[in-house]
């Protein structure tokens, strides 16, 4: 069974950077999936932030995070990341680490898989 472990989260202020990262298990690899990140904030839907290519590493953005937040993995450790710079309040939310075998999926029907969450929060 997949199990996904996000950390990282906290509390920053406007301009801040913050790295979160999401641990995989309960497969030895996660060939042909694609790893994404998500984020909710209070009184909205759960809305794509990114997601990676295990294989190869292609990466896709969403409109709003582009040139600011940067996602990477770790083959070797089953990890991945979400690197995020110049934080501003509008960012605040549960960050969620997702997984599946998906083609350049956006959409959280389209994973099976999901952490936790981590708390982001940004402050003015």
């Known amino acids: 069974q997949v199990q996904l472990e996000e950390s990282g989260g906290g509390l920053v202020h406007t301009g801040d950077s913050l790295r979160l990262s999401c641990k995989g298990s309960g497969r030895s690899a996660f060939t042909n999936w694609i790893l994404g990140w998500f984020r909710q904030a209070p009184g909205k839907e759960r809305e794509f932030v990114g997601g990676?290519?295990?294989?190869?590493?292609?990466?896709y953005y969403a409109e709003r995070v582009k040139g600011r937040f940067t996602i990477s993995r770790d083959r070797a450790k089953n990890t991945w990341y979400l690197q995020m710079n110049n934080l501003n309040p509008e960012d605040t939310a549960v960050y969620y680490c997702?997984?599946?075998?998906?083609?350049?999926?956006?959409?959280?029907?389209?994973?099976?898989?999901w952490g936790q969450g981590t708390q982001v929060t940004v402050s003015s």
């Open positions: 990676i290519s295990w294989n190869v590493g292609t990466t």
């Open positions: 997702a997984a599946d075998r998906t083609r350049w999926g956006t959409k959280p029907a389209e994973f099976a898989f």
